[in-house]
């Protein structure tokens, strides 16, 4: 629906990743969204193969587009990528998809089940209309991990039909580290500091951390300050109020929203990373952590079970309890911290480099097209 970074999360990284991996790939690939907070650094490198186009509504992204302009897009392709769920413009693409007898596979990246909050209304209409027969209608529906195999089932949509191809990651987006840098432009003292990624919103779950973390420094006097990176998504105010009547407003740091080198070099200084989430279908922030070297602490809903396996972090209930015993135990962790960081690296390297999440992704679409 956009490509803005700030707010739109890890659907918009994968979808820049994913097209350039497949330009680089040889596949000719043409990437269309509004225009709604696009940054042109974003799209430095993709600029020939984009079409922004313009909102003519921003609070629902709807676009001001030509009939002629999108039957054009979608006659030229082979396959049709449809990304997220809530979009004007994936109603769009599915009716000229249609149209014209175009295969196309869907991606809500854990966008399908209709949360709490003041769109679950429209939503529903938006499902009843036609977000059903999106999903239910793809030729292949690619879920970014097993948790989120039983959202598509519940539109209706077959198991063999479901293909699980989970978010990648680049080690060249994350090579810059100062961590001096970092503490200087943030303010930080010299303490470790716990690091959380993504928006200030509710299903993110940093009130959990918040409070967890609270609990854990007043319970084992942990030297640890609180690091919250991220735009603000309807709580940062209720944090804030939060640190301060229980005295933590020194120890605890709001950054806003940080991308690029610096948000490489917020990894690379940090202690770990720490992903309350209440529910994720998977976390691209424990990628982003873990190719950097640093371990994660995370809930089971992040859809990333794996890292404890592979030694790279602990896996706790999304609860403050859960979380307050993640927390002390990643800090008495036997071996050590930067053990854990070298074990996720090593995971993160062998499993989820873009080149290998795209040629899972061409064979996916030759499958479909051999059909």
């Known amino acids: 629906m956009s490509l803005d970074r700030i707010n739109g999360g890890g659907s918009v990284e ?5 097209t350039r991996h497949l330009l680089k790939a040889g596949v000719e690939c043409r990437l269309v969204a509004t225009d709604t907070g696009l940054v042109p650094d974003s799209i430095r490198d993709l600029e020939e193969s984009v079409t922004a186009l313009p909102t003519m509504m921003e609070r629902f992204y709807v676009p001001r587009f030509s009939h002629r302009v999108l039957k054009e897009l979608v006659a030229a392709v082979d396959v049709v990528h449809l990304m997220n769920h809530w979009t004007v413009l994936n109603a769009l693409a599915f009716h000229y998809c249609r149209h014209l007898g175009k295969p196309y596979v869907v991606c809500p990246a854990g966008a399908l089940p209709t949360v709490h909050g003041r769109s679950r209304g429209i939503k529903g209409f938006y499902n009843f209309f036609v977000g059903r027969r999106i999903i239910r209608e793809a030729n292949a529906a690619v879920a970014i991990s097993p ?5 598509f089932r519940s539109y209706g949509v077959r198991d063999d039909l479901i293909t699980v191809i989970p978010n990648g990651i680049d080690p060249e987006d994350f090579t810059d580290r100062d961590d001096d840098r970092f503490r200087r432009e943030h303010g930080l003292p010299g303490e470790p500091f716990i690091l959380f990624v993504g928006r200030l919103h509710f299903i993110k779950g940093p009130d959990l951390l918040l409070e967890a973390y609270m609990q854990a420094v007043r319970r084992e006097g942990l030297p640890h300050h609180l690091v919250l990176a991220g735009p603000d998504g309807g709580m940062l105010r209720e944090l804030q109020r939060s640190c301060e009547s229980a ?9 806003g929203y ?5 948000k490489s070099r917020a990894y690379h200084a940090a202690a770990f990373l720490a992903i309350p989430s209440r529910r994720e279908a998977m976390s691209i922030v424990v990628l982003e952590a873990g190719i950097t070297g640093t371990p994660a602490l995370i809930t089971r809903q992040c859809g990333f079970d794996e890292i404890a396996a592979a030694g790279g972090g602990i896996v706790v209930e999304a609860t403050v309890e859960g979380l307050r015993e993640g927390l002390i135990s990643m800090v008495k962790a036997p071996g050590g911290l930067a053990a854990m960081g070298r074990s996720l690296e090593g995971f993160a390297r062998e499993n989820f480099l873009w080149d290998y999440i795209t040629k899972r992704y061409l064979e996916l679409f030759e499958g479909i ?3």
């Open 369 to 371: 097209l051999s059909r």
């Open 258 to 262: 940080i991308g690029g080198g610096e």
């Open 247 to 255: 005295g933590f407003g020194k120890r605890v740091h709001f950054t």
């Open 14 to 18: 994968r979808t820049l990743q994913l």
């Open 147 to 151: 948790l989120e195999i039983p959202d």
